[in-house]
């Protein structure tokens, strides 16, 4: 089970996540409580061993302005969420960044289609709200074979359900291991960590 977990402004919240075994760690770059500049980012991405992805999230942004954002943090991947287009993911890798992209899972099945993105997210109405939603519904969406991600509404205890309800590839939080919104707590981090690896 792929892990990520997203929305980290601290240093102490970024190694809890590494630490315990977090393949990807967010850092969000547009409008929320959680935000963090560019510097801010690349501060925490000292924290990020090589080998776990350190994913960049952008919502309102136009594509040449979250390349620029990403590029000025240091960041390898970035998460897409909004209306976009097969054309966005593409200029986006060609700039050689590696591309989450979000969807809602109330979207229409088109834009579940693959658009060589390296991962899909498949998230609540909102993201970020920590709203849950029925993860089961979304294996009618023809994932079997993809790389995605669920997201909206985990924590560690749910997050073992869910993957299994919706047959994830992969597992993405935010609010549920928050002490209040946007305030990251350690404890939460690893328990759902721990959690999503089966540990
Ligand atoms: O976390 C945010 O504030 C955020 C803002 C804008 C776009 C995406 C955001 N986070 C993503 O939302 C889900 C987590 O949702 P939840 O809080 O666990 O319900 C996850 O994909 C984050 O990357």
């Known amino acids: 089970m792929f892990v990520k977990v997203c929305g980290l402004s601290t240093p102490d919240s970024v190694r809890a996540a590494v630490d315990a075994g977090a393949h990807a760690v967010g850092f969000v770059l547009t409008p929320s409580p959680r935000q963090v500049s560019a510097e801010q980012a690349r501060a925490l991405l000292a924290e990020v061993p090589v080998e776990v992805a350190a994913v960049g999230v952008f919502r ?68 970020g709200s920590g709203e849950s939603w029925d993860y089961a519904s979304v294996r009618e969406r023809g994932l079997d074979s993809r790389r995605w991600l669920l997201a909206g509404g985990l924590d560690a205890g749910n997050v073992a359900s869910a993957a299994e309800a919706a047959q994830a590839w992969g597992v993405d939080v935010s609010s549920g291991v928050e002490s209040s919104r946007g305030v990251k707590d350690l404890g939460k981090i690893r328990a759902f960590v721990a959690a999503a690896l089966g540990e």
């Open 60 to 127: 309102h942004e136009s594509i040449a302005e979250a390349a620029e954002l990403a590029e000025e943090a240091g960041l390898s991947w970035i998460q897409l969420h909004g209306e976009r287009t097969p054309q966005e993911v593409d200029a986006l890798q060609e700039r050689g960044f590696s591309v989450i992209r979000a969807v809602r899972m109330d979207d229409p099945d088109r834009v579940f289609a693959d658009w060589g993105e390296e991962l899909l997210l498949v998230d609540a109405s909102i993201p």
